[in-house]
């Protein structure tokens, strides 16, 4: 929906116009000053501009839709197109009239007070509406509006040079109106050139002075961006549309460089309203990025989950091992050729001195299927479970066993109550060796899952 504030300001910029436009008509005709004449050609001309500006704040306003995605603001800045093509045949007429004149051997021209009068009365109302005009186009950054100000600012001053020209009528040099009327012309085209000059940047999408450098620095404010790589931005009536390409540490998570992005959009949107960005976020490879980091990165970028991630030295010389998962249907010089990818893209990154040592493990299966075991075979697991875990002094209840036959062997669960005081290093160790012990004691097991949990909180939930 139009904003009511600018159609209604334009509408009353149409009868002020109108208005002038017979007042300087009727007078000039009159007095046969082509100083006034020339002012009444000035206010038909802003009659007309204001007219297309109340067209074109009423169909600037109107919503995207799906033929114009960006919206309808540059309607308004056609419309100030138009309007600079009139200024510029209004002041081409006006200095054509003015040179007849000033080369005709005698002029007729009469002073009066209405001719006066009608001047003094059009820029009380020049005045009135310009400064109107500015006021809503300010406070809704209408390009129509504003140059419509702009034709009644030039106006006030195109009359006080008709008041010029009348009085060197008065003081007897009747030539003196045609040289005002050259004056009118000089306003009427400063006023077109600078209006034509900034519409014409909407026009052709250049980036409005300075705001770029504003954006950028508003969004490298924000904590995560590393740097902003690029702003692109082009106006379409008041809303200007922003690209902003920010940096972030490649090692954040889809759902942090989201959250990082939105709140771009929202710094932007609170310090430059007038903005309306598309936040783009490209990964960065920060100084402070720690080797096993960017093992992380560059697995996750060949598509490889690793696990059993460590960095030491040995011998002065970094050294870092893990284990990569790949589909265990691969042939092993398959599943080499993809460990020496990962390790070639790490050498590259991290430098030849790393040395970089790859375990290959077969990816396990995240879907399963299966079956209850039989009775027997469930009661031997249970009592090899209870014999290996007697044996281990850190383990104190185990219960909450799951036992199921699958394709590739048996899948066995169960949690284990540790001392609240014990290490996780030691209750590492503990699960480790019972899960050993209990594979020797039943063959066929193919997963052990031991859930470790403090003999307190297991107890209640034990009980629970």
């Keep these: ?58 169909i600037g306003d109107q919503p995207p839709d799906e033929g114009h ?38 002029v007729e021209v009469e002073t009066t007070w209405w001719s006066v009068g009608v001047i003094l009365i059009s820029i009380a109302i020049d005045i009135t509406r310009s400064r109107a005009l500015y006021k809503v186009a300010r406070e809704t950054g209408s390009q ?5 100000a702009l034709h009644f600012s030039s106006d006030i001053l195109s009359s006080i040079a008709v008041l010029v020209g009348l009085g060197l009528v008065w003081l007897g040099w009747p030539k003196g109106d045609a040289v005002a009327a050259l004056g009118v012309a000089g306003f009427v085209l400063l006023a077109g050139w600078r209006l034509g000059s900034r519409t014409i940047d909407v026009l052709v999408d250049a980036a409005p002075q300075g705001l770029a450098e504003r954006v950028e620095q508003v969004a490298a404010a924000v904590p995560g ?5 690029r702003v692109r931005a082009r106006p379409a009536g008041p809303t200007v549309f922003a690209e902003v390409v920010i940096k972030v540490g490649r090692t954040l998570h889809f759902e942090q460089v989201q959250a990082l992005r939105h709140a771009v959009v929202d710094r932007l949107g609170a310090e430059l309203p007038e903005v309306q960005p598309v936040v783009i976020a490209e990964s960065l490879a920060m100084d402070d990025e720690s080797i096993t980091e960017t093992v992380r990165v560059l697995a996750a970028a060949h598509g490889l989950t690793i696990h059993h991630l460590g960095v030491t030295t040995i011998g002065g010389q970094p050294h870092l091992s893990f284990d990569i998962e790949v589909d265990g249907t691969l042939s092993i010089a398959a599943a080499h050729a993809v460990a020496s990818g990962l390790e070639a893209a790490l050498a590259a990154e991290l430098g030849d001195d790393v040395v970089i040592d790859t375990h290959i493990d077969p990816r396990r299966a995240e879907l399963f299927s299966g079956s209850p075991p039989a009775d027997e075979r469930l009661a031997d697991v249970a009592a090899a479970l209870s014999r290996v875990a007697a044996t281990d002094g850190l383990v104190q209840v185990v219960h909450h066993l799951e036992v199921q036959e699958r394709d590739d062997g048996l899948y066995v669960s169960f949690h284990c109550l540790f001392p609240d005081h014990a290490t996780v290093g030691e209750v590492h160790r503990a699960t480790v060796g019972l899960e050993h012990r209990l594979r020797d004691a039943i063959p066929g097991i193919a997963r052990v899952v031991i859930h470790a949990e403090p003999a307190s909180g297991g107890a209640e939930a034990r009980r629970g």
């Design 69 to 106: 995605p960006y919206g309808h603001g540059k309607v308004e800045s056609v419309s100030a197109l138009i309007e600079t093509g009139l200024l510029f045949v209004t002041a081409a007429w006006i200095v054509h009239e003015a040179v007849v004149r000033l080369m005709a051997a005698t």
């Design 1 to 58: 929906m139009p904003d009511n504030r600018k159609s209604s300001v334009a509408l009353g910029s149409v009868f002020a116009s109108a208005a002038m436009t017979a007042m300087k008509l009727v007078v000039g005709l009159m007095t046969g000053s082509l100083g006034v004449l020339s002012e009444a050609a000035h206010s038909l001309l802003d009659m007309g501009a204001a007219v297309l500006t109340w067209f074109a704040v009423r």
């Design 225 to 229: 961006v590393a740097r902003v790589e």
């Design 144 to 148: 129509a509006l504003e140059a419509d």
